[in-house]
């Protein structure tokens, strides 16, 4: 029987900041939280004293390429859930999970391949992806994806033009009574449905269509609080994924990341050279607005509508790209506190991730351990001092 205490420690459990100061972990669990609990015999003590312990982060929008799962984890990701692969990718992901590797990697839960029309969103790049067109299709297609492993159905809804389709034709796009069936039938079903759009309009053609959440606020305009109002009505969600707009906006600022003492030494080759071509003002530049997206994050915000922390990483940035969003969440309006929800408890909440999410007895004990208090300044949760996935401490790479 493995046990390991954290003594002394600001506990953060999801949602609040707790007045006790010691957790105990047994076995891959949380055993205890109290105020200065005894220590079992045997225990390994973990002297948190200065520091903050989180529950492992969630990044509720990613795309699981090559090291991703590695990657993300190194930084406190503990889950990644993909929005939109292939479904043999996701199988051996997920099968590596549960091998010897399993450890040393983030855990996974994906959509698998998105709905859109023949040469749409997603199926432009990847024509071999199943697609479909007219309503009466919808039942098949989600059971298709549901035998493939799904764990939740994305929907396309975009036309590729605020979201980088560059030329001046538009991409087809799924019709709305047909995603509108898409919907019905994963309701039906019991699954959750994101759905990914590029514009003011396209959110609330989801919303109206009975979308659970929004995948992006990548909007084309700047809207005013009755977008916010409409996705609290419709008792939805949004991942505003506010890092992957500052991505493609070409931000220089972006590069400045590479500067943080305790971002730098951590970051794999690519990223480096990710971030130095924004540095340099020569990164790829697409037509989004991040002036605009910061405006939906703030009318959804004020709605009181649920907001997830999500990246939208595919080739880059697994991991660190998280703890940029939260400071991005924090700069759009939420307080820290809301920005650590966004990341923990939020999107185990309605993801149905039962046994994560918070830090209280019988969850899984995946914890992320930082020096200072994010709950007062976001930019702690880079200054890394552990990480433990179902109890077993990481060895980061550095």
């Known amino acids: 029987m493995t046990r390991t205490v954290f003594r002394e420690v600001r506990i953060f459990d999801g949602h609040r900041v707790h007045a006790d100061d010691t957790v105990v972990v047994e076995d891959g669990r949380i055993k205890a939280i109290g105020r200065g609990l005894a220590v079992p015999a045997g225990a390994e003590v973990v002297e948190g004293k200065g520091c903050t312990l989180l529950p492992g982060l969630i990044d509720a929008h990613t795309h699981i390429v090559g090291a991703a799962l590695r990657q993300a984890l190194a930084w406190g990701v503990t889950t990644e859930l993909d929005m939109a692969n292939f479904p043999d990718r996701m199988a051996a992901a997920k099968k590596e999970q549960d091998g010897p590797l399993g450890s040393s990697l983030a855990d996974l839960r994906s959509a698998c391949c998105a709905a859109t029309v023949p040469g749409g969103h997603g199926s432009a790049r990847f024509p071999e992806i199943p697609t479909l067109t007219e309503p009466e299709e919808a039942a098949d297609f989600v059971d298709a994806r549901i035998a493939e492993g799904s764990d939740y159905i994305k929907v396309h809804y975009d036309d590729g033009q605020v979201s980088g389709h560059m030329d001046d034709s538009t991409l087809p796009v ?225």
């Not at 799924?174 to 039906?188: G, N």
């Not at 009755?226 to 590069?255: D, K, N």
């Not at 702690?380 to 001092?385: E, F, G, H, K, Q």
């Open 174 to 398: 799924i019709r709305k009574e047909t995603m509108a069936a898409v919907i019905a039938a994963a309701r039906e079903r019991g699954m959750l449905t994101i759905v990914h759009t590029g514009t003011v309009q396209a959110g609330l053609d989801a919303l109206e269509a009975g979308a659970h959440g929004l995948a992006h606020l990548l909007v084309d305009r700047a809207p005013g609080p009755e977008f916010g109002e409409t996705l609290a009505r419709h008792g939805a969600f949004a991942i505003p994924t506010l890092s992957m707009v500052e991505l493609f906006s070409g931000s220089t600022e972006l590069g400045t990341l590479a500067d943080d003492p305790a971002v730098a030494g951590h970051l794999a080759p690519e990223d480096l050279a990710l971030l130095e071509r924004h540095r340099a003002g020569n990164a790829r530049r697409l037509p989004v607005d991040v002036a605009a997206a910061e405006a939906a994050v703030r009318s959804a915000h004020a709605a009181g509508v649920p907001l997830l922390a999500g990246t939208d990483a595919v080739m880059w940035l697994h991991g660190i790209g998280l703890h940029r969003e939260l400071e991005l969440l924090v700069r759009a309006g939420l307080t820290p506190r809301e920005a650590l929800t966004a990341a923990t408890a939020n999107p185990a909440r309605i993801f149905s991730l039962f046994d994560r999410g918070r830090i209280a007895p019988g969850l899984r004990a995946d914890l992320l351990l930082v020096e200072g208090d994010p709950t007062l300044d976001i930019r702690a949760t880079r200054v890394i001092r552990g990480i433990w996935k179902r109890g077993d401490k990481i060895i980061r790479e550095s």
